[in-house]
Nanobody
Framework: QVQLVESGGGLVQTGGSLRLSCATSGRTFRRYGMGWFRQAPGKEREFVAAISWSGDSTYYSDSVKGRFTISRDNAKNTVYLQMNSLKPEDTAVYYC???????????????????????WGQGTQVTVSS
């Protein structure tokens, strides 16, 4: 069973940058597609970005496209979310999620759904001040 631990959150000013990391335990990291979600107070959990097990395919929500970059290092069992040009509306708890690869090809709408992922981290707070 893969366990997920996020880090890298914090307080940053508008226009600043942060890099989130999600470290995973276990030896089967490369068998998982990975995603990042976020949840602001009083709002539903929202898809941010996802990456295939190989790293060849990436997916982004419209709200972060061009500002955020998801990547993974399978040798380090870690997935990253580089966040640039941060805005106050990016303030949320950010969660890492994992989905075991089963050979099927999934559409964007499925990959962007929280129900697609079986494993979740505990979250890391990102606060962007105006």
């Amino acid at each position: 069973q893969v366990q997920l631990v996020e880090s890298g959150g914090g307080l940053v000013q508008t226009g600043g940058s942060l890099r989130l990391s999600c470290a995973t335990s276990g030896r089967t990291f490369r068998r998982y597609g990975m995603g990042w979600f976020r949840q602001a107070p009083g709002k539903e959990r929202e898809f941010v970005a996802a990456i295939s097990w190989s790293g060849d395919s990436t997916y982004y929500s419209d709200s972060v496209k061009g500002r955020f970059t998801i990547s993974r290092d399978n040798a380090k069992n870690t997935v990253y979310l580089q966040m640039n040009s941060l805005k106050p509306e990016d303030t949320a708890v950010y969660y890492c999620a994992a989905k075991a690869v089963d050979g099927r090809v999934w559409t964007y709408n499925v990959i962007a759904s929280a129900e697609f992922y079986a494993l979740w981290g505990q979250g890391t707070q990102v606060t962007v001040s105006s």
